[in-house]
């Protein structure tokens, strides 16, 4: 029988197709998924350290999976990956007296994951490898894609920006690009693999230039993959805003295969905070630029990023936020409190000086005024019929199956599992806070 592998993954879509990545490795190297924790000869933590608390998550798994080894008499090989490996180091071996870890493998180092854990199955000494590593490209057609319908293809890693509160730089190293001939390969062979939508990631994703073509910059690599036959969507993440030019805003609006939808990152409202953040943009830039997108994409769906309770964050600083958010009226925003991140530049140089409990009040009063919009957003989409790309079988009701719209907005329909993967024009019914109802409209 085959050893058996069982992967974890916490955070971003970086990480989800860093999993994916690894998965087709040690499948390359004879090993098969596992069902069951319970199966599994090796099992790979995939680390994010965004946010607070992200070691005693991961010690909290560790202990976890060393009970079930002593319950089970089947102690598996552990390897823990991503950015928590890549940050921490050694440094988790000796919070663990080396008796939970085999394997501590870096964000630049995948490759090496089968050769560490078959050397693991003899060798008592947990192997550290975190070295930084410029070659960012990767073996066509060895990732497992984890979705039937979405591949990631990832175009840059890294980054150089050094945002105050960004941990990338230190886990993901400096900003590297992969050649544009790799990435086409590679969206053809997920189109022939049977995936429909294609997403474009960077840590910031249109900061790219082609090193095998110098005049190729991200406007012009979303041209080169809408003329890949076969591609149904485009999407891409994380773009920055002082990167958003007006190429880009025209191949938004132009390509057809390319998603009315765009994140914009903007951190905060108040242009004090974001000098503090070093965000390089002001509220107004930002604001500028909300008008310019609109006015040349007018189907556009902006989504962003806030953070509240960064360090010196006045309630006049909190205000600005909220009043850029009833401004620009996101479809959705990710928010999170301010918590310091090692080796990043608020966390050595700054104080976090706004308490817990107003950190908390904070986001519940941004969370609430989003919810609103949003709701206020999607109750206009009633009546309308919009294409809806089914990518799952719906959560509630088997009954059902959900999608979304090409501006990233979640729709729920009755309908078969077996339209996974088409595109169904929906006319819309309902509408909620966080998802739309409707029915097939032909």
Known sequence: MAPRYLIETFGCQMNVHDSERMAGLLEQAGYEAALDERDADVVVINTCSV???????????LGEIRVLGEETGHTPVVAVTGCVAQQEGEALLGATNGRLIDVVLGTQQLR???????RATSNPFPEVRIDPQNDVSFPLGIARRSDPVKAYVTIIEGCNDHCAFCVVPSTRGAERMRRKGEILDEVREAVASGRREIHLLGQIVNHYRAPDDPGCDFARLLHEVDAVPGVARIRFASPHPRHTSRPLIEAIRDLPRVCKHLHLPVQSGSSRVLAAMRRRHTRDDYLRLVDD???????????TDMIVGFPGETAADFEDTLSLTRRVGFHSMFSFKYSPRPNTLAGKRLTDDVPETEKTARIVVLQS??????TALHAREVGRVVDVLVDAASRRRRSDVSGRTSGNTVVNLPGDPGWIGRTVPVRIERAGPNSLWGVAAG
């Not at 090496?112 to 078959?118: E, G, K, N, S």
């Open 51 to 61: 946010r607070e608390h992200a070691e005693d998550k991961l010690y909290t798994r």
């Open 112 to 118: 090496m994951l089968p050769d560490l854990v078959a």
């Open 293 to 303: 997108v609109r006015e040349g994409i007018p189907k556009i769906q902006l989504s």
């Open 369 to 374: 005024l989003q919810r609103e919009v949003q």
